[in-house]
């Protein structure tokens, strides 16, 4: 009997033991923290939540305001063109672009492919896609081979093209790009002095006929009227994806009300 008795008071005494060892333990955690006991606030972290949300809304609608023009135009092209999806700033199927090629030998070229095992011209892609915007940016590969005569009269053909299979888009002309100094001078003929007289004949012909030109090759040059090293991929021909992410803030900044 007595070993029942000292068993009965070990476990009554085993409680109150527990009790007190806990809060000792919460005494010295208050003391701890000088004195102080953060609760988290649940109305605080909802509001928190929602100004994230609100914030990546915002941030969203920004961008999908920016890519506005973007996302509703088919890029017609040479490889400078082509650049835009290599590098990823667009999807290949937003991108007609064929490298080497100019306005004249790109019209009736079948290579654009669609999904259904049949490369199309661009004239076939188009009456399929039917896109609201058409941006044409050639002039670069016929400045060597084409007078201006020629070069305008085959510009006038590839928009005909555009506007019979898609008569709905709205066509924008792109300014020529410039090149280096070092390509200058390899190539006399692509020289920034004449791309910049063969721009003044698009403009002047984008004007006479309602379409819109968009010349925003200042903002790739340096201070001698040539492509600025920033923007050059190493051939003085070619972008770099510094000189992309530049046009196409440039682009969008033109077309913002497009």
């Known amino acids: 009997m007595k070993q029942v008795k000292q068993s009965s008071k070990a476990h009554i005494?085993?409680?109150?033991l527990c009790l007190f060892c806990m809060a000792a333990i919460g005494a010295l955690v208050f003391w701890m923290s000088g004195g102080t006991i953060s609760l988290a606030q649940p109305q605080a972290a909802e509001a928190s939540s929602q100004d994230e949300q609100a914030s990546s809304s915002e941030n969203s609608g920004t961008t999908s305001a920016a890519g506005?023009?973007?996302?509703?135009?088919?890029?017609i092209g040479d490889s400078r063109t082509h650049g835009l999806s290599t590098y990823g700033y667009l999807p290949e199927d937003r991108v007609y672009?064929?490298?080497g090629s100019n306005q004249q030998t790109i019209q009736q070229q079948a290579f654009i492919d669609m999904g259904d095992g049949r490369l199309k011209t661009i004239g076939q892609a188009l009456a399929i896609s039917k896109p609201q915007n058409v941006l044409l940016a050639f002039g670069i590969n016929g400045l060597p081979s084409l007078d201006e005569t020629t070069f305008l009269e085959e510009y006038r053909n590839l928009v005909s093209i555009v506007k019979?299979?898609?008569p709905q888009s709205k066509i924008y002309i792109q300014a020529i790009l410039p090149v280096s100094s070092a390509q200058e001078l390899n190539v006399p003929k692509m020289s920034n002095r004449r791309i910049d007289a063969f721009n003044a004949l698009l403009k002047e012909y984008a004007q006479q006929e309602g379409y819109v030109f968009l010349d925003f090759s200042d903002a790739l040059k340096n201070?001698?009227?040539?492509?600025?090293?920033?923007y050059d991929a190493?051939?003085?021909?070619?972008?770099n994806s510094t000189a992309y992410q530049r046009i196409l803030a440039e682009l969008t900044r033109l077309t913002e009300n497009s």
């Open 223 to 230: 201070n001698n009227n040539a492509l600025a090293s920033q």
């Open 13 to 16: 005494a085993l409680p109150f």
């Open 68 to 75: 506005f023009f973007l996302e509703r135009t088919i890029f």
């Open 234 to 239: 190493g051939d003085g021909l070619h972008f």
């Open 97 to 99: 672009a064929v490298d």
């Open 164 to 166: 019979k299979s898609s």
